[in-house]
Every structure is written in C-alpha cells, then in structure tokens.
C-alpha cells in the first residue's frame, strides 16, 4: 500500500520552527471539543484548498497532507539538531531545538506541531500514514 509521501531534504529545503497557523490550527482542533463545538466538516471550513482527488489513489489527502508536512519539517529538524547532525552551524540550531523541545516553549512549539500530525492523520486517515 502506498501512503502519502513527503518529499524534504532537510539539507538543501528550508527549515523554520516558526509555523503560527498551522499551530493555530492545530490548537482550534484542540481546544473545540472543550467548548462544546463540533469540529466543522472539513469541505465547509475550507473547500478549494486542496481537497482534490488523488487519480493513482483515489484519496482526498490534500489538506491533510498540508497540516501534516511543514510540522514534520520541524520535528525531523530537531530530531537532527538531537543527533548531532546541524553541529556546522554552531550553537544556533542547538539552541533553536533546546527552545522548541523544552519547557515552557515546547507547549507552544513541540507540542502544538504534534497535535497539528494528530489532526493532520484524522484528514487523511491513519493508514495512509502508517505503510505496509
């Protein structure tokens, strides 16, 4: 089965931590349900952005796919800083990913950005992220 696939090359594509609507996003997703509000049929919040049909697969992943990748980005991005992959660049990015994956900033950064792949799964349907 083929998925959706995100095609980053952390070493030449830009990288940022700074993604304001799609935190946004992810924390109207959130914070909805609390307030007593469903969340509103994807179709009708945003029609034209990108909900067009997949002709190999069949599958309407447009919007989901633009939730899930640029909060990827981020993630792969301090998962490298972590492994010790970003050390040319000084302490900046070190400290970039010390900011983003660590309290109190990681519940405005880290952690919006993995509700924001939770929300992103729920569009697209969990197994067109987890592939056999």
């Known amino acids: ?9 952390p070493l030449t ?3 940022s931590v700074h993604l304001p609507l799609h935190r ?4 109207l ?3 909805l349900p609390h307030a007593g509000v469903a969340f509103p049929p994807v179709a009708t919040v945003l029609p034209d952005v990108g909900l067009e049909e ?3 697969t069949g599958r309407r992943a ?3 796919a633009i939730i899930v990748e640029l909060p990827l980005r981020s993630l792969v991005f301090c998962a490298h800083v972590g492994s010790g992959l970003w050390r040319r660049n000084g302490s900046a990015a070190a400290l970039q990913a010390l ?5 109190p900033l990681c519940q405005h950064f880290r952690d919006l950005d993995l509700r924001a792949l939770q ?3 729920f569009f697209l349907g969990g197994d067109s992220l987890v592939t056999t």
């Open 119 to 121: 929300l992103g799964t």
């Open 29 to 31: 997703g959130t914070m």
């Open 62 to 64: 447009g919007l989901g």
């Open 54 to 56: 997949d002709p190999q």
């Open 1 to 9: 089965r083929v998925g959706v696939s995100f095609s980053h090359d």
């Open 13 to 15: 594509d830009p990288v």
């Open 99 to 103: 900011n983003y994956s660590h309290l």
């Open 24 to 27: 946004f996003v992810a924390l």
